[in-house]
Antibody, heavy 119, light 107 residues
Framework: EVSVVESGGGLVQPGGSLRLSCAAS????????MSWVRQAPGKGLEWVAT????????YYLASVRGRFTVSRDNAKNSLFLQMNSLRAEDTAVYYC????????????WGQGTLVTVSS | EIQLTQSPSSLSASVGDRVSITCRAS??????LAWIQQKPGKAPKSLIY???TLQIGVPSKFSGSGSGTDFTLTINSLQPEDFATYYC?????????FGPGTRVDIK
């Protein structure tokens, strides 16, 4: 069964750092673009970052560029999001999503991990 | 940045109804549009890609149409499990953007 499972969320102070992980199973991880999408409390979905199969291309939401870094380890079927200089407005549920092999939009979503930035 | 608008923002419908949701893009995105369903407190679920192609396992009661700047999601014979928020998303370029969502609830 195809599955992606996030971990690493929690409470962090403004200016702090957090690293999210996403463990993939049930498919050939290295064949897919992967993305992070977030949802602030009571708000809609917001795309955060996307990484190419081999990690050679990365794209970011303007408001997180320079603070967040997306990476992957294909040998361990894992996706990561390193989040630095966190702000209150980064508070959200962060979803890991698998894009299609050819069509670059998610077709499999994790259950999400909550990141709360507060003092 | 490509902006997406959705209408209506919410609608009330009865079990068995047919409903349609519209998504409009601020520029031509071809058919690079997806529709996503989200139930309260749950993870999103992808329904449609390429404007009209159903994701594997999605029932045929869902259908999508449109190209360029105007798109429609239609749900036939609404069932209790279909009451949710529906988002469109464009992947024509970066940043990828989502519409604000349309909430479908029970009349």
């Amino acid at each position: 069964e195809v599955s992606v499972v996030e971990s690493g969320g929690g409470l962090v102070q403004p200016g702090g750092s957090l690293r999210l992980s996403c463990a993939a199973s049930g498919f050939t991880f290295g064949n897919h673009w992967m993305s992070w999408v977030r949802q602030a409390p009571g708000k809609g979905l917001e795309w955060v970052a996307t990484i190419k199969q081999d990690g050679s291309e990365k794209y970011y939401l303007a408001s997180v560029r320079g603070r967040f870094t997306v990476s992957r380890d294909n040998a361990k079927n894992s996706l990561f999001l390193q989040m630095n200089s966190l702000r209150a407005e980064d508070t959200a549920v962060y979803y890991c999503a698998r894009d299609g092999r050819i069509i670059p939009t998610p077709n499999c979503w994790g259950q999400g991990t909550l990141v709360t930035v507060s003092s | 940045e490509i902006q997406l608008t959705q209408s209506p923002s919410s609608l009330s419908a009865s079990v068995g109804d047919r409903v349609s949701i519209t998504c409009r893009a601020s520029q031509d995105i071809g058919n690079q549009l997806a529709w996503i369903q989200q139930k309260p407190g749950k993870a999103p679920k992808s329904l449609i890609y390429s404007a009209s192609t159903l994701q594997i396992g999605v029932p045929s009661k869902f259908s999508g149409s449109g190209s360029g700047t105007d798109f429609t999601l239609t749900i036939n014979s609404l069932q209790p499990e279909d009451f949710a928020t529906y988002y469109c998303q464009q992947y024509n370029g970066y940043p990828r953007t989502f519409g604000p969502g349309t909430r479908v609830d029970i009349k």
